[in-house]
């Protein structure tokens, strides 16, 4: 079983995102830390984007920031390897396709490795494009996790039989961002795919409360939070340590 | 690079694909299924055609530019006259046939970018045709620049949203209709205005688009008894471009040359001049060229023409440039500018300034060109919605 599975033995798992260097590297390397400590399961560490078409205002503000104070792949690399000194639980990159394909899979592929990446959600790269990326981040140890919707039909089971990691299971039609009232359609899906594969399903889009948290780990393996963290960055900045820590336990307690 | 992957649709050479997430690809699926069988079906061709025929007025003329011949002192000029289409320009022969597609899918709802706001224009009217709720979404500075185009919307009964997000032009108004797709997939269709994006779009557009160069062919054939030497376009996505080329794929004596917005020029970062500056990248939905950084992050772009002002180009064209099949040339805002007023004066047509950057091309062209030969430039729409920015870009004051 591989390190981003196993992160779900026995518990219900909880991943929390973030996009890299926002506002600046600094803050976001002592937030990832502090994430960790206060019992994170795996940490995606989004990869800023000028045109990030899958998320909501909150998220593009975020990539925004972090490319106005000059966040690049390459120093998201030299972070990861600071913050593998002393994180041991799975750490995966959320980026478009186009940095990655822009990069060099291949040279993206081995650098991840290097610094102690574990594996990529790649949101723009569906099922049927996948096979370009699979094999250079196969040779590399790199999983690829793939992502299903309450639209995905006859597919989810298609894309569940050939998933690795987890499958990301997306709570809602739309783009990221918190949502007061969330649906469980999603559950049905799970199910479904649950006949198929043994690989962890974990959801994500608009979770932000311990209850919504609890309500949909109740129908999976785990939950994703990504806005209502970036959110408190938004609004504290380089302060913003503290207030995620209080956060973050928050939800912990609620999964 | 070779494309390995075996489960890949769309495909032009390398370029293309469907990199999208995962919820537009049940929209794009069930849209490349509803294609396929209606346009199968005879029933809808007629309908389609009928549309174009009574509504838009297609035909739309070849036209013998004698005057401008006769000041060039070189090949024979054609306009293909897209300007006099029913609301200006070529965009009505792409919006007529996905709003009908959408309304035979069931949708009550369509949404589309605009850049110029010719697509915008041509989406509301076919949906006020056919009875569609519509939604446009176009850049800020655009609604500035191209302001009655957006009075024009709203007559024809489109809410038109102005995208403040990015450079608040083309590319962000296809960023904020690809998020508002995602969020209402079930009654809504996305009529995406040029050659690009996921497949089936890039195909789609260019099939409704082809009527262009089937008409020149059989247009120029009767006036000349000859194909032409060269078929001229402008390209910004390349909608007008593809479907003025795709009749001369396989006629090799035919010199298929397409317009680029150079901006400022090539050498300034001022530009959107995709073929000259870009790489090979992933955006949109689509494999292509793309201006971009070395990370990859997309370049803001820039030009006169808000309608060329995009980062990217349709997949097809990037395999046609690939293979040499087609060439793509760059033309400055001052030369479009130039050619704008040219057009007007000499043979009494305001062009579009996107249309102008082909006729530019074709003013430093066709002198070189012998007396026997003859090139089409495409007149993908008419300039009316550009002279106040024309005056403005002049200096000139016109109390607006």
Same mark, same amino acid.
């Given at each position: ?255 | ?247 001369? $794929? ?6 298929? +040359?397409?317009?680029? #917005?150079?901006? /400022? %020029? =090539? @050498? ?110 495409? $007149? ?6 550009? +002279?106040?920015?024309? #005056?403005?870009? /002049? %200096? =000139? @004051?016109?109390?607006?």
């Amino acid at each position: 079983m591989s390190r981003i599975s196993q992160a779900f033995e026995g518990k219900k798992a909880f991943i929390a995102f973030l996009t890299g260097g926002d506002p600046d590297i600094e803050t976001s390397e002592k937030l990832i830390r502090t994430i960790a400590e206060e019992g994170a399961d795996i940490i995606e560490i989004g990869i800023p984007f000028s045109d990030p078409l899958a998320e909501g205002p909150v998220i593009e503000d975020a990539d925004e920031r972090a490319l106005a104070s000059g966040c690049t792949v390459d120093l998201l690399f030299e972070m990861v390897g600071r913050l593998r000194e002393d994180i041991d639980i799975p750490l995966l990159f959320m980026t478009y396709y186009n940095p990655v394909f822009k990069y060099g899979a291949a040279k993206f592929a081995k650098n991840c490795a290097i610094c102690g990446i574990d594996g990529l959600i790649v949101p723009d790269l569906p099922f049927e494009e996948s096979a370009e990326l699979l094999l250079p981040l196969h040779e590399n140890g790199l999983e690829l996790v793939s992502m299903i919707t309450p639209t995905s039909g006859e597919r989810a089971v298609r894309i569940a039989k050939e998933a690795e990691g987890f499958i990301y299971c997306v709570s809602s039609l739309g783009v990221t961002g918190v949502r007061a009232n969330l649906s469980d359609e999603i559950g049905g899906v799970i199910e479904q795919v649950k006949t198929v594969t043994d690989v962890p399903c974990a959801i994500g889009f608009g979770i932000s409360t311990p209850e919504q948290a609890a309500k949909m780990a109740a129908i999976s393996d785990g939950i994703i939070i990504g806005s209502a963290i970036v959110r408190i960055v938004a609004e504290h900045g380089r302060g913003s340590v503290e207030p995620v820590r209080e956060y973050v336990r928050a939800i912990r307690q609620g999964v | 690079m070779e494309n390995t992957n075996i489960k890949s649709k769309g495909r032009y050479g390398n370029y293309g694909g469907q990199y999208i997430t995962e919820t537009l690809m049940t929209a794009v699926l069930e849209l490349e299924e509803a294609y396929n069988h209606f346009t199968n079906d005879g029933a809808f061709n007629a309908e389609l055609d009928g549309l174009l025929k009574n509504y838009a007025g297609r035909p739309s003329l070849l036209y013998f530019a004698e005057k401008m011949t006769e000041d060039l002192g070189g090949a024979r000029v054609y306009l293909k006259r897209e300007d006099l289409n029913h609301t200006g320009s070529h965009k009505v022969n792409n919006a007529l046939g996905q709003v009908l597609l959408a309304k035979k899918m069931g949708k009550s709802r369509v949404i589309a970018e605009t850049g110029a706001g010719q697509h915008g224009v041509a989406t509301a009217t076919a949906a006020a045709l056919m009875d569609m709720d519509c939604e446009i979404f176009m850049g800020k500075e655009d609604t500035e620049r191209q302001a009655l185009n957006v009075f024009r919307m709203e007559l024809l009964g489109a809410k038109v949203h102005a995208v403040t997000s990015g450079t608040q032009t083309l590319k962000d108004a296809v960023n904020a209709t690809m998020r508002e797709w995602v969020s209402r997939i079930e009654d809504t269709h996305y009529v995406l205005g040029s050659v690009m994006g996921p497949h089936p779009f890039p195909m789609i557009v260019r099939d409704f688009q082809a009527v262009i160069g089937r008409e020149i062919k059989s247009q120029f054939v009767e006036a000349e008894g000859k194909l032409p030497d060269a078929v001229i376009a402008c390209v910004g996505g390349g909608s007008n471009a593809i479907g003025s080329f795709f009749e001369f $794929l396989d006629d090799e004596s035919v010199a298929l +040359v397409g317009c680029e #917005a150079a901006g /400022k %020029g =090539v @050498d300034n970062p001022l530009n959107a001049a995709t073929i000259a500056n870009g790489s090979v990248g992933v955006f949109h939905g689509m494999k292509s060229y793309f201006c971009q950084d070395e990370y990859g992050q997309i370049a803001p772009v820039y030009s006169i023409s808000a309608g060329l002002d995009y980062p990217g180009i349709g997949p097809e064209h990037a395999a046609l440039f690939d293979s040499g099949g087609a060439s793509y040339v760059p033309v400055t805002d001052d030369e479009a500018v130039e050619a704008f007023e040219y057009l007007s004066r000499t043979e009494g047509i305001i062009p579009a300034i996107e249309s102008a950057h082909a006729v530019s091309y074709a003013m430093k062209e066709v002198p070189r060109l012998g007396r026997d030969k003859a090139v089409v430039i495409t $007149l993908s729409g008419r300039g009316d919605k550009d +002279v106040a920015a024309i #005056a403005r870009y /002049k %200096g =000139v @004051d016109l109390h607006e």
